[in-house]
């Protein structure tokens, strides 16, 4: 799955490229081969290309695969090797953990002058000083080098580990600005002195805010709802995902929030991203997507609903109500609900919709409205003038007397307006519905 925390910084990556006549690079880090599947790969870049982040625009570049430049990763690690910037380690974990007297202090340096020519390949930090991350989000974060351990940069087999790897590649592919999640900036302190040690000038960085859930904890794959592709299959709509991403952490000013990404890219300033914690609020983005979805033409609103759509319901009943449908939808998947009973031959009734709208009496309502549909126009300004007279018999409001009817011809309590329903649904079918919901009330 694509993270929508993963999808909120490819874009504002996007952004920043697209503003500055610059590129994105889409790089798969695939160094680690318990990671690495082929359809994981495919995912990113099918989930890249619903949101727009795409080879269409000339602003992308990749993918880019890190085990491509493993050559280039070697010769880096021997480099820090030869500059006395790095050294072989052959300690174990036991081994630290046994000269420290705890499980949780890091690496105490034990092997760098003991001149070893084989082990794993670790890089030396300095003892004294701080080291500074002058982030675009963050400001400046200063880390107390005496707390730093010398970190591992490639095993024992000479592999070498993402650290490293992720500092050559970003060199050798002119990497000027790396916008990533929080959790990455105790990387940040590592390549800011590979970066130096490997002869370039550290990029700039900007490390965004954590996205958080309703109860404000960090968003979990297993608790929460966070793969791009589950929105997708839901019926987001990617404008709309788009938008709602783009302001987790930033805003355009102007109290402005619904808007097109042609008008965000001039705005967007990685400066300007707050570095507070992001709420992703799930009914926020379904009330964008419902705007979106309204915006539609609705041809292309047809057209986006088609999936969700069983192949074989007759695509000009759905025309007829699907500008009903349009403004009353949240996300795509719900069209099937909402038209569904046009094309059954009888309603999918919901249990609870049934025991709400068939209590106190019923039968009189639909027995009276089915009497008068003989010899009714069959249109919206008829139908409903004939339930409020016959609701009008019993004391009851429009809105009361609708509501058995509604359930025996759609099986639910809410959904399309009732009489536009009824004229497409056809005199037939409705009469026939009455009929067989009279019948099961009496069972």
Same mark, same amino acid.
């Given at each position: 799955?694509?993270?929508?925390?993963?999808?909120?910084?490819?874009?504002?990556?996007?952004?920043?490229?697209?503003?500055?006549?610059?590129?994105?690079?889409?790089?798969?880090?695939?160094?680690?081969?318990?990671?690495?599947?082929?359809?994981?790969?495919?995912?990113?870049?099918?989930?890249?290309?619903?949101?727009?982040?795409?080879?269409?625009?000339?602003?992308?570049? =990749?993918?880019?695969?890190?085990?491509?430049?493993?050559?280039?990763?070697?010769?880096?690690?021997?480099?820090?090797?030869?500059?006395?910037?790095?050294?072989?380690?052959?300690?174990?974990?036991?081994?630290?953990?046994?000269?420290?007297?705890?499980?949780?202090?890091?690496?105490?340096?034990?092997?760098?002058?003991?001149?070893?020519?084989?082990?794993?390949?670790?890089?030396?930090?300095?003892? $004294?000083?701080?080291?500074?991350?002058?982030?675009?989000?963050? =400001?400046?974060?200063?880390?107390?080098?005496?707390?730093?351990?010398?970190?591992?940069?490639?095993?024992?087999?000479?592999?070498?580990?993402?650290?490293?790897?992720?500092?050559?590649?970003?060199?050798?592919?002119?990497?000027?600005?790396?916008?990533?999640?929080?959790?990455?900036?105790?990387?940040?302190?590592?390549?800011?002195?590979? +970066?130096?040690?490997?002869?370039?000038?550290?990029?700039? +960085?900007?490390?965004?805010?954590?996205?958080?859930?309703?109860?404000?904890?960090?968003?979990?794959?297993?608790?929460?709802?966070?793969?791009?592709?589950?929105?997708?299959?839901?019926?987001?709509?990617?404008?709309?995902?788009?938008?709602?991403?783009?302001?987790?952490? +930033? =805003?355009?000013?102007?109290?402005?929030?619904?808007?097109?990404?042609?008008?965000?890219?001039?705005?967007?300033?990685?400066?300007?991203?707050?570095?507070?914690?992001?709420?992703?609020?799930?009914?926020?983005?379904?009330?964008?997507?419902?705007?979106?979805?309204?915006?539609?033409?609705?041809?292309?609103?047809?057209?986006?609903?088609?999936?969700?759509?069983?192949?074989?319901?007759?695509? $000009?009943?759905?025309?007829?109500?699907?500008?009903?449908?349009?403004?009353?939808? =949240?996300?795509?998947?719900?069209?099937?609900?909402?038209?569904?009973?046009?094309?059954?031959?009888?309603?999918?009734?919901?249990?609870?919709?049934?025991?709400?709208?068939?209590?106190?009496?019923?039968?009189?309502?639909?027995?009276?409205?089915?009497?008068?549909?003989?010899?009714?126009?069959?249109?919206?300004?008829?139908?409903?003038?004939?339930?409020?007279?016959?609701?009008?018999?019993?004391?009851?409001?429009?809105?009361?007397?609708?509501?058995?009817?509604?359930?025996?011809?759609?099986?639910?309590?809410?959904?399309?307006?009732?009489?536009?329903?009824?004229?497409?649904?056809?005199? $037939?079918?409705?009469?026939?519905?009455?009929?067989?919901?009279?019948?099961?009330?009496?069972?």
């Amino acid at each position: 799955m694509f993270h929508v925390g993963s999808a909120r910084a490819a874009l504002f990556n996007w952004a920043l490229a697209e503003q500055s006549g610059g590129r994105f690079i889409l790089r798969i880090e695939d160094t680690d081969t318990t990671r690495n599947r082929p359809e994981w790969t495919e995912g990113i870049i099918a989930a890249l290309d619903w949101i727009g982040v795409n080879g269409t625009n000339p602003a992308f570049e =990749g993918p880019y695969f890190q085990s491509a430049f493993e050559p280039q990763h070697r010769e880096a690690v021997g480099k820090l090797l030869a500059d006395g910037r790095a050294y072989f380690c052959d300690c174990t974990r036991e081994d630290v953990q046994a000269r420290t007297g705890s499980e949780h202090k890091g690496y105490d340096g034990h092997c760098r002058s003991r001149g070893l020519s084989a082990g794993a390949v670790r890089f030396r930090m300095p003892d $004294e000083g701080l080291t500074v991350i002058d982030d675009l989000v963050r =400001g400046r974060v200063e880390f107390p080098n005496d707390a730093q351990e010398d970190f591992v940069i490639a095993r024992s087999d000479g592999s070498p580990l993402y650290v490293l790897a992720n500092a050559v590649d970003d060199i050798t592919q002119a990497v000027t600005h790396v916008a990533r999640g929080e959790e990455h900036l105790p990387n940040a302190v590592r390549q800011q002195h590979l +970066w130096p040690a490997l002869g370039a000038r550290p990029p700039v +960085w900007a490390h965004l805010p954590v996205i958080v859930n309703e109860q404000r904890k960090k968003l979990s794959k297993r608790r929460d709802k966070v793969a791009l592709e589950g929105y997708r299959a839901e019926g987001y709509l990617p404008e709309a995902m788009v938008n709602y991403l783009m302001l987790l952490g +930033w =805003g355009p000013g102007d109290d402005r929030e619904i808007m097109p990404w042609s008008e965000m890219v001039p705005l967007f300033r990685l400066e300007d991203v707050n570095s507070a914690n992001a709420f992703f609020d799930e009914k926020k983005l379904r009330a964008f997507n419902g705007e979106y979805i309204r915006a539609l033409p609705l041809d292309t609103f047809e057209e986006r609903c088609a999936p969700y759509l069983d192949p074989a319901w007759d695509r $000009e009943t759905f025309s007829k109500v699907a500008a009903l449908a349009q403004t009353r939808i =949240g996300v795509l998947s719900e069209i099937r609900q909402n038209v569904d009973f046009l094309f059954l031959d009888e309603p999918d009734f919901d249990q609870g919709s049934w025991d709400k709208a068939m209590k106190n009496s019923p039968e009189e309502i639909l027995d009276g409205y089915l009497g008068r549909l003989e010899l009714l126009n069959w249109d919206t300004d008829s139908l409903k003038t004939a339930l409020e007279e016959v609701g009008a018999q019993y004391g009851l409001k429009l809105g009361k007397a609708q509501a058995p009817v509604r359930v025996a011809l759609t099986g639910r309590t809410v959904g399309l307006p009732l009489f536009e329903s009824i004229e497409v649904l056809g005199r $037939e079918r409705t009469q026939d519905r009455i009929r067989a919901a009279l019948a099961r009330l009496r069972g």
